[in-house]
């Protein structure tokens, strides 16, 4: 079965949402914990590396600057430029023996002649012409040139560096070069005081290792490119602050932090790295410790709130319970208005009884003539039913408890129908009655049926709220009962009244015929206004009405007749069309108020000048044919509805027949017939009509009403009235050749 959330009880489904809003709240803490402790770790950490970093660079440039003393030093010798070149490389000599790190000497004069040279045992690198070129023109020019870096044998790395030589204030006279190695670098490095795991190196200007904290690493010359602080350092870039860019992973396969600084004068880099997990290792255990205390926070929080949960459990519970009765009762009495049909209507009540009183089978007998008649079962099998449908049951074969019980509608709760306590004991053995409600069903204290809901062959009990939920089922059922009966009586009588109403037409007159229909609506619609008559005013004139009043049932029906018999006695005091339609209008106004409207045609035919003269009082456009015509007309409409504006001023109209013309009268079920949600509508009802016309006026109205009905399929939502009115092709009063 599928997993949904509905399913799952409310106490669960807030405990999953409690602890989710901790976790959430728990997550958001610490991510807001560990951003703001690495920022400010990271602020702490980068400082204190740069501190480290500003000490080591002043070591690293006070090298350079004593190199570049020791070899400015020379000019301080009293005319040295004038010194035979024996003496001068005695003096280079000296320099080599009291300095390590200088591995050769050379001196040029400002031509850049060689004077004297000397070097050390350790001296192994010739720096190339260019280098020397480049480093004599720069430093003849006052300034001191310091070369890159070259990794000689054994990757000792050295330098060439070339200083002018100049008397005090004087322009220079010649340069002293030396390679300088650059071991006393890593003495610096190594001086430093790291915690574990961290270290501290110098790389020049193309990102090679030229001294690295850490004596034993194998690592001088190695390029260390591949890692961002590096090349960051390479390209120049300022350090401001740690980045995700300056952790990664040291050749020692550890996470390290990175910062460095550059060192402008030789285009170096010094750069300081640390563990991962000494830089941010104290947000770490202070998220840690705030994660903690936030789940025994959650801990103690879902403890004291599985109380609450408990309380709200039992709260919703009712709720839940309240709300499903609710919303059954309310299913129950929108599908009871959705019908008029009786045994649909207790169909339905069956079915919800047997579902709030969790049973299979329910059965009920409504009350005519004092007997109880089978009615409605629901579950029943087909030897069950039949038992059923003959088991009529007079009030006086019943018990005086059963009948007490009936009366005054109290349920009985039925421990074992085949006790003798049930008012049939054979009927309970068939149909395999144990335990079962019996709930009367009553209408102001009148009884109108009885109902029984069980399991077949189960003993049981039923509960307070299943027998209280049963009554308001019962209230429900008498109403129904009620309903369908009231207005089964209202629409025979309006349907008595309204076929009381329609005229007996006849089938011709002089050279007319004359044909109708009424259509019902369906049984689930009610009784409307439509009617239709005709009256003779003389000899040679005859009224012809076709009307729609508004409304529905026996109040339709008797403003019907109201409307009906006044008209007629308007027509015998004057019978001209707009006298007697606005007197019509005026009386409708004043007696029935704003309660009603009436659509009407009123036309009076001359059956000598084969004539009609009219007036259509908003009613529905008759539909005019000729067959000289060869044409369909609508006849238009003359004036408003009657009943809405006194005194309103209505127009005539006049028809002049000429022999095959058909004319067709309706009211507005016609063209509200639908199919699919589409209405028929005066288009479709006109070609529909044209197709009909070649008939006689019989076969033209079967024909519409065929029609109209096959368009609903079969079902009418409301009264269709039509009238076909037929001048034949040939009068008999013309001879015919």
Known sequence: MAWRLQDIRLGTRLIILLFLAIIVSSAGVAIFLIQSGQRSERVVAFHLAQGILGAESENVDGFIGDVETVLTSVSLFPHFADLQPDLQ?????????????????????????????????????????????????????????????????????????????????????????????????????????????????????????????????????????????????????????????????????????????????????????????????????????????????????????????????????????????????????????????????????????????????????????????????????????????????????????????????????????????FPYREFAVRLHIRSALALPINLEHEPTGLAITYNPDEVRTFTDDQVRLAQALASQAAMAIENVRAYERERRIAETLQRALLPTVPPSIDDFEIADKYAAASSEAVIGGDFYDMFEITSDKVGIVIADVSGKGLSAGVHTAMVKYMLRAYAVDNPDPVMLVSKLNNAVYKLSGKEMFITLFYGMLDIVKKEMIYVNAGHELPLLYGEDRKMCTRLATTGTALGIVEDYKFEMEKIDFLPGDVLLFYTDGATDARRDGEFLGIEGLESMFCSAVSGDAHQIVDDMDRGVREYAEGFLRDDIALLVLKYRRHPRHVKQS
């Open 89 to 421: 490389r005695d003096v280079l000599r000296n320099l080599l023996a009291q300095f390590s790190y200088l591995q050769r000497l050379a001196i040029r004069d400002k031509t850049g002649e060689s004077l004297a040279l000397a070097r050390s045992g350790t001296a192994a690198w010739m720096p190339p012409s260019a280098v020397t070129s480049q480093a004599f023109n720069t430093a003849i020019a006052g300034k001191m040139f310091v070369s890159d870096v070259h990794y000689a044998a054994g990757k000792q790395p050295v330098i060439l560096i070339m200083v002018p030589i100049a008397p005090p204030g004087g322009r220079p006279v010649g340069t002293i070069a030396a390679i300088v190695g650059l071991g006393p670098l890593q003495s610096i490095l190594e001086d430093v005081h790291l915690v574990q795991e961290s270290a501290i190196y110098v790389v020049d200007s193309r990102g090679q290792v030229i001294a690295h904290s850490e004596l034993g690493r194998q690592v001088v010359g190695r390029s260390f490119l591949k890692y961002p602080v590096v090349r960051s350092a390479v390209a120049g870039r300022p350090d401001t602050a740690f980045t995700k860019e300056d952790i990664y992973t040291d050749p020692n396969s550890n996470r390290v932090v990175g910062t460095y600084r550059q060192l402008p004068e030789t285009g170096w880099s010094i750069i300081i790295q640390q563990p991962e997990s000494v830089v941010f290792g104290p947000n770490y255990r202070m998220v840690g410790f705030a994660l903690l205390w936030t789940i025994l926070f959650a801990l103690l929080f879902g403890l004291l709130g599985l109380y609450l949960i408990r309380r709200i459990e039992e709260e919703h519970d009712i709720a839940v319970k309240s709300e499903r009765e609710a919303q059954t009762l309310y299913r129950v009495s929108q599908t009871l208005a959705s019908t008029l049909d009786l045994e649909e209507r207790l169909a339905v009540i069956a079915e919800s009884l047997a579902n709030l009183c969790e049973t299979s089978k329910s059965a009920i007998w409504t009350i005519e003539r004092n007997t109880l008649i089978p009615t409605v079962s629901l579950g029943l099998s087909p030897d069950e039913e039949t038992v059923f449908r003959r088991t009529e049951i007079h009030m006086e074969e019943l018990s005086e408890a059963a009948r007490n019980a009936i009366t005054t509608g109290k349920p009985i709760c039925l421990e074992d129908a085949q006790t003798g306590e």
